[in-house]
């Protein structure tokens, strides 16, 4: 703190990412992020662009990832916004389209970067609960609102609304601007970008960081009718002209060109998912249902933050999170198999010297 500081640097409450520690011989399963690694090709071009070109900026409008994208999800490059990374989408989104007269509507329990913009950008806001099976109600959000946000899957829950739901929604709340957050879709829910051409008001946010394995090069994006990328660039050119350089828009356009390799990775995750859920059903967790590249899960009568403070003693990270209703929920991420053999191992040891309370 400091006698420099503006008011609003008082009044932030910033977001606390998942910890990024080296430790030695650390299974990360913290931050979602992919045990694969991105695409061979994307690598390839990624290293095309270290060259004499980077004294030249960046194409401020990134043409050629927008064009890619649009045709790769059948819509046109006009309705494509790019970012650095989603949550920078996110940001401009809050910024452009979700500040009105009455609050903007998420779930009590989700992305906790949803607050935090809300208070940097001023925007009042009302938490609508999950229902006892943690899952969003669509029938809950017939209220005043000013406009909706949803992750779907949701996190850190990892379950799953269907398009015909989210569908619901949007006809509920025609004159509300709707924003979907598909960070984790790919996993196994349902897009809801072919709405966006019969939806004028809806948004649909994904990133490259988690099905593609690219959370290093911070690409993120949009899809929604003209009117709303519009806002969103609005705000981007008032902020930042440049927000990904050249190698993110190159890297970006190879990942997504490599369909092959995505499909490969994608249902490398899901039979992981697969084999976690199996491995941790047999320790006698409750586990949600998950279409994400995680489980979020609670072993009954145990202490969720000591569990997690035990498996970091043996390197194995999860994160968790101190919100009463989740306390004791671990949300973990889906790694490699001898990830999940070591996360599996270290929680049957701990399980079983500690009794439940
Ligand atoms: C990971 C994540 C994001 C942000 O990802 P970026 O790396 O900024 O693209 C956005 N929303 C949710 C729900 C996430 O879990």
Redesign the pocket.
Known sequence: MSRFWSDLAHTLQPYVPGEQPRIPGLVKLNT?ESPLGPSPRALEAIRAEAAETLRLYPDPESTALRQTLAAYHGVAPEQVFVGN????V?AHAFAALLKHDAPLLFPDIT?S?YPVYCRLFGIAFETVPLDGAMRIRIEDYRRPAGAIIL?NPN?PTGVALSRAQIETLLEDHPDQPVVI?E??VDFGAETAIPLVNTHPNLLV?Q????SRAL?GL???YAIGDVGLIDALNRVKNSFNSYPLGRAAQAGAVASIKDETYFQAGRAAIIAGRARLNAGLAVLGFEILPSAANFVFARAPGRDGARLAAELRAQAVLVRRFSTPRIADFLRITVGTDAQTDRLLTALASILAETPAS
């Open positions: 979602n990374g989603s949550d920078e996110l992305y970067f992750a996190a957050d960070a984790y946010v990133t490259l960081s988690k959370a911070r690409v993120g």
